[in-house]
């Protein structure tokens, strides 16, 4: 199976309630050097041709930021804003995006740390699309769900470890 016709079926599902003109925040979760940005920017864009959709993409690792931000240049993309930050603490205000994706992120998160923090930022309704293809660490090849809120919230029940400060 394709593993980018995949991606787009997930992307297009993920998208799929949006109506043209929707102001919509998108955020990638771990984005890297920005090998997924292009295809979520063309899917977003796809159902929100000159709306007011954004997408906002960080990864903890600036030299990663740094390529994403050459590629998404390169790719014409210019609704997407690049940021450094850590996937436990992000720094962003709460209840401010529509949607997340995450790829290859999931299997080696603390699920409680991701889901609660993915809680906090996504609003009432918004969901977060995590796809991950290790076939070396996943029982399965492929790992891809949607998930709510309220599942989100489940996986992120029980107490959290204090963050680490920043170093």
Known sequence: MDPQRTLGEKL???????????CVRV????CGKGAGTAAVYRHLMARQPGGA????????DLGSLREARRRVANAGCPRVS???ADLYRLPLP???????????V?????????????WR?????????????????????????ILDRERLAMLGRGPLEPAAPHS
Do not use: Q, W
Request: proline share 4%; glycine share 6%; with cysteine.
């Open 12 to 22: 297009d599902r993920l998208f799929a309630s949006l109506a043209a003109g929707d």
């Open 27 to 30: 955020l990638e979760i771990a």
């Open 53 to 60: 959709a954004r997408l906002f993409c960080l990864d903890r």
């Open 82 to 84: 690049l940021l450094g």
């Open 94 to 104: 709460a209840s401010s995006f529509d949607y997340a994706v995450a790829f290859n």
């Open 106 to 118: 999931f299997h080696a998160a603390d699920k409680r740390r991701f889901a609660h923090e993915l």
């Open 121 to 145: 930022v996504l609003k009432p309704g918004g969901v977060l699309l995590t796809c991950d293809r290790v076939p070396d660490l996943l029982a399965v090849p492929r790992l891809a769900m």
